[in-house]
């Protein structure tokens, strides 16, 4: 899987967007980006995943640049529940010729202060 | 809908014993990995197991096995345990063993073991 760099902080005011930047320069054609988020003491949170284009759900924005080296994760509206650990992760589409993929590679992920 | 569930959630073992942890994954779901989680680490992949056979396996010791029954839960089993082993250990559960559409991960609580 290919290698992402994310800020290792950042702060956002409560109720402002927050927009955790990603690189992935070295991304393959056939790999996806998955965001999780991890607030403190709990499993990871699936938050979106996307290949080339733009993805929205009820969670969260991402945006994807036309060359797919970086990627935005926006929260539009944050919330103190938001603080958390963002894991920007990388992996490639498809299965294992038996089935199955890799795991997903955590790197140290980006913690995202709420500010009240 | 239950989610992940895992057990037991804390647990203290001596240097040298033995451990079984214990994951459900969501029903439906056939897919289940294994994560460890150190303090102030991202989780590390062990195993991935899809349809009860092991599909993928991180950089761990053959002191880590793990395996997948019939009814997709899995245990993890951890022997000769070192005080390095202590860590949240994370279970994760998707659909299938890809990536793509219908293969988010979706992560349990986790088990805290503290190895002394």
């Known amino acids: 899987d290919a290698k992402t760099t994310q800020p290792p902080s950042m702060d956002c005011a409560e109720g402002r967007a927050a927009n955790l930047p990603c690189n992935h320069s070295t991304i393959s054609g056939n790999e996806y980006v998955y965001w999780y988020r991890q607030i403190h003491s709990q499993g990871p949170q699936y938050i979106i995943h996307?290949?080339?284009n733009n993805e929205t759900n009820e969670m969260a924005s991402l945006i994807i640049t036309e060359d797919r080296k970086s990627s935005t994760l926006i929260l539009p509206h944050a919330t103190l529940r938001d603080t958390a650990v963002y894991y920007c992760?990388?992996?490639?589409?498809?299965?294992?010729?038996?089935?199955?993929?890799?795991?997903?590679?955590f790197g140290k992920g980006t913690h995202l202060i709420i500010q009240p | 809908d239950a989610g992940v569930t895992q057990s037991p959630t804390h647990l203290i073992k001596t240097r040298g014993q033995h451990v079984t942890l214990r994951c459900s994954p969501i029903?439906?779901?056939?897919?289940v990995s294994w994560y460890q989680q150190v303090l102030g680490q991202g989780p590390q992949f062990i195993f991935q197991y899809y349809e009860k056979e092991e599909r993928g396996r991180g950089n761990f010791p053959d002191r880590f096995s793990a395996r997948q029954f019939p009814n997709y839960s899995s245990e993890l089993n951890v022997n000769a345990l070192l005080l390095g082993d202590s860590a949240l250990y994370l279970c994760?559960?998707?659909?299938?063993?890809?990536?793509?559409?219908?293969?988010?991960?979706?992560f349990g609580q986790g088990t805290r073991l503290t190895v002394v």
């Open positions: 996307g290949l080339k």
């Open positions: 029903s439906g779901h056939k897919s």
């Open positions: 994760a559960s998707s659909l299938t063993g890809g990536t793509g559409g219908g293969t988010e991960a979706f």
């Open positions: 992760i990388v992996r490639v589409a498809g299965m294992l010729s038996g089935g199955g993929a890799d795991g997903l590679t």
